[in-house]
């Protein structure tokens, strides 16, 4: 696609349920990273894949977070069990080897 | 270990004056460094990047930078600031182009009519 495409735009759950918010890179970047961008605060980093796989993942804030990414491209970001700490917005980029790195609008994740 | 400090949370200017937002990194090689700009409820854009070559990166909106090693800074500036400039401003940076990028906390420029 044209851009970087994340979906849902805004998603409202409540405590304890699970959410998957998912990510659309450009077609042929290699590279996908999730950041998380809370209320007046700047980007937490969370996942990097390079292809299918997570060189680092050490942004992942506990073991109720997990995310994979299928055929090099769409990548799931799972929050289970969420808590009212992880609303956020959730950041999505893609980036070729090249390092032009171009991001989605995000998910806003609302948890009450 | 890379970081990125942006000095200062919070900048105002008058409308036609001077944009300094500073960044100054730490990282033990060479890095790339990047300007993004996030306006109220979108993503975030690419301002403008240095990897190589040329030390004084021009970007969109007329918005400049210069990556100077011996002070590990790369500071933003633009001669003359719009309306439409208000939003936040984030310094990055990383050492290769497929690492993880590293932010600053951000800077909310403010334009005064």
């Known amino acids: 696609g044209a851009g970087v495409s994340q979906s849902p735009s805004n998603k409202v759950t409540e405590k304890g349920k699970d959410v998957e918010l998912r990510c659309d890179p450009i077609s042929g970047h290699t590279a996908l990273y999730w950041y998380r961008q809370s209320l007046g605060q700047g980007l937490e980093f969370l996942i990097y894949f390079q292809g299918n796989s997570a060189p680092d993942k050490s942004g992942l804030p506990s073991d109720r977070f997990s995310a994979e990414r299928t055929g090099g491209s769409v990548s799931t970001l799972t929050i289970q069990r969420t808590q009212q700490e992880d609303s956020a917005v959730y950041l999505c980029?893609?980036?070729?080897?090249?390092?032009?790195?171009?991001f989605g609008s995000g998910t806003r994740l609302t948890v009450v | 270990a890379q970081s990125v400090t942006q000095l200062g949370s919070h900048v105002s200017v008058s409308e036609g004056a001077l944009v300094l937002l500073r960044c100054n990194y730490s990282?033990?090689?060479?890095?790339?460094l990047f300007w993004y700009v996030q306006y109220p409820n979108q993503g975030l854009q690419l301002l403008l990047k240095?990897?190589?070559?040329?030390?004084l990166v021009k970007g969109i909106n007329g918005f400049e930078a210069e990556f100077k090693k011996s002070e590990t800074s790369f500071h933003l500036t633009k001669p003359s600031a719009h309306m439409s400039d208000a939003a936040e401003y984030f310094c990055?940076?990383?050492?290769?182009?497929?690492?993880?990028?590293?932010f600053g906390s951000g800077t909310r420029l403010s334009i005064r009519p």
């Open positions: 240095y990897t190589t070559g040329a030390t």
């Open positions: 990055a940076v990383t050492y290769s182009s497929a690492s993880k990028i590293i």
């Open positions: 990282s033990s090689v060479p890095p790339y």
């Open positions: 980029a893609s980036s070729p080897r090249t390092g032009d790195y171009t």
